[in-house]
């Protein structure tokens, strides 16, 4: 526990009944090395994470029947690349009921889209798990169906619920 009497004010001898020592001047610069270090890591992945060439936003979803949910989104990239995006339905026990992986060909550098997804029951959430360009995201949940369960066509289309 530190005392209230600075040790600059103590006798050498009390000093070195105690063992109080100056601290060497190399920790100052090894803590002061860290802390740079830890900093230039966050600003890096900083960077890194909002320097991504396309960019993705869910902007709204409805639920048009049990197996149709019209899903909204928007896509910022650069317009001479392709872009795979992956979306997915699921009901109120958070089981898949509809995942699909969209291609949006080159073209304009904004693309709004409204995906007709087809589902085995009604929607509960809707998420747009993630664009990139030049194939499907990296880090994108697999679909979750129950086992047994397989997913079905994609994207819906009126001739689907006729041949129900």
């Known amino acids: 526990m530190p005392s209230g009497i600075p040790t600059d004010q103590l006798s050498p001898q009390m000093r070195e009944r105690y063992g109080i020592r100056p601290t ?10 860290v802390i740079a270090a830890f900093f230039a890591a966050i ?4 960077v890194q994470l909002s320097s991504a060439d396309v960019q993705a936003e ?15 989104f928007d896509v910022r990239r650069p317009g001479e690349v392709d872009v ?51 194939g499907e995201p990296e880090r994108v949940m697999p679909p979750q169906f ?5 997913p079905p066509e994609q994207p819906w289309t009126p001739a689907d619920s006729l041949n129900q």
């Open 24 to 33: 060497p001047w190399w920790v100052y610069t090894g803590v002061g090395v």
């Open 43 to 46: 600003a890096f992945v900083t």
């Open 58 to 72: 869910l902007l709204a979803w409805r639920v048009v029947s049990p197996e149709q949910v019209d899903v909204t």
């Open 84 to 134: 795979v995006c992956v979306i997915r339905a699921q009901d109120e026990t958070r089981a898949d009921v509809g995942y699909a992986v969209i291609d949006l060909p080159r073209g304009t550098t904004y693309v709004q889209q409204t995906y007709p997804l087809r589902t085995l029951a009604p929607a509960y959430v809707v998420e747009l798990l993630g664009c990139a360009s030049g």
């Open 146 to 150: 129950p086992p047994g369960v397989l």
